[in-house]
DNA sequence: TTTGAATTTCATTTAATTTTGAAAACATTA
DNA sequence: TAATGTTTTCAAAATTAAATGAAATTCAAA
């Protein structure tokens, strides 16, 4: 399987440790709804030592070209890649965020966040709509909204515990 | 499309603010990893004054019997759901556990819980593996270890922010 | 018992998501 | 500017998840 002439790059193959490091970033990210080829790429850019090309993603992880593009994309997107384009290098080279920060705050911006105010907004309109006397269903949705709250409340609590 | 014979069952169509609701539950199921389907079944039980046989769960809804079968099991399993049967009645109706608790406990208990324990055993086992001289190794785990620790130590507050 | 309605189970279908692969776009340098 | 290697894009394929529908099961009432 090993090419024993010498590589282009270096591109070791996984240690041990670092699969089982990969399969707990999948776990990880599959709770933040995130799919398993963006947490392996995240994890094989926490594992490395130094920054990684496109090409030795692909090639350590076994995924086509394609998918590296597109989930380093989305991961620099989110802050928990980072893209250097060092000068007189062809190519661009990418590290992991080592702070959980940006993990977290996608989680809580992208998912979370959206639909704690979309639904805040939306509650207090069938609030309005429902006629005064329907007193069961106002009910209902003033517990919604106390839920929505509650939550709203929890998020700068969560981030404070992984920021500092 | 409606009957006018007087129906078996009470099952009124979903009013406008009920359809409101269920898609609000639906984005928040799915935030919890679980499928529209279930998020529907719970929306309705939640919206309704009285416990719903499975049957106008399928009616309102137009899901098929399988589904809501499917769905209550797993709702109840949770404790969303509350079953009840009854004497001198066939049917068991259901009804929708109004706190927030439950739901709150699956996500914590079922999806954050196993991956942050199997997490920390693995990682405690992966850097007794890592050679003593390989610092750049074990620092990278043991940054992880201190992520789980803080996750493990937001989950109570978390909690205690939705019991009280 | 037997009947019949309600429910459950689970193989199949359907739908949604993720990954690929090949073509196009881009960039570097010869 | 051509040649070469890299990256991006996106339609199609593969995979995975969810919903259905029909057969099997359950269970109260006759």
New interface residues.
């Given amino acids: 399987m090993k090419d024993s002439t010498a590589p282009k790059t270096s591109a070791p193959e996984l240690a041990?440790?670092e699969h089982?490091?990969l399969?707990?970033f999948v776990?990880?990210f599959e709770?933040f709804?995130l799919p398993k080829s963006i947490a392996m790429i995240y994890g094989v850019l926490?594992?490395s030592?130094e920054p990684l090309y496109q090409e030795d993603i692909c090639r350590r992880l076994e995924i086509s070209a394609g998918s590296a593009s597109q989930g380093l994309k989305l991961l620099t997107g989110l802050g928990t890649v980072h893209r250097q384009s060092p000068v007189g290098q062809r190519q661009s080279v990418y590290t992991a965020e080592?702070s959980?920060r940006r993990l977290l705050g996608y989680f809580i911006d992208v998912?979370?966040r959206p639909?704690l105010s979309t639904?805040r907004e939306?509650?207090e309109?069938?609030l309005h709509?429902?006629p005064e006397e329907d007193d069961?269903?106002r009910n209902?949705?003033k517990?919604?909204l106390d839920?929505q709250h509650?939550?709203d409340?929890?998020l700068p609590?969560?981030s404070t515990?992984?920021t500092r």
Same sequence: chains 1, 2.
């Fill in positions: 041990p440790w089982e490091v399969e707990l776990g990880m709770t709804g926490y594992c030592d080592r959980m998912q979370l639909r639904g939306r509650l309109q069938i709509d429902i069961v269903a209902k949705i517990v919604l839920w509650k939550a409340r929890a609590l969560i515990l992984f």
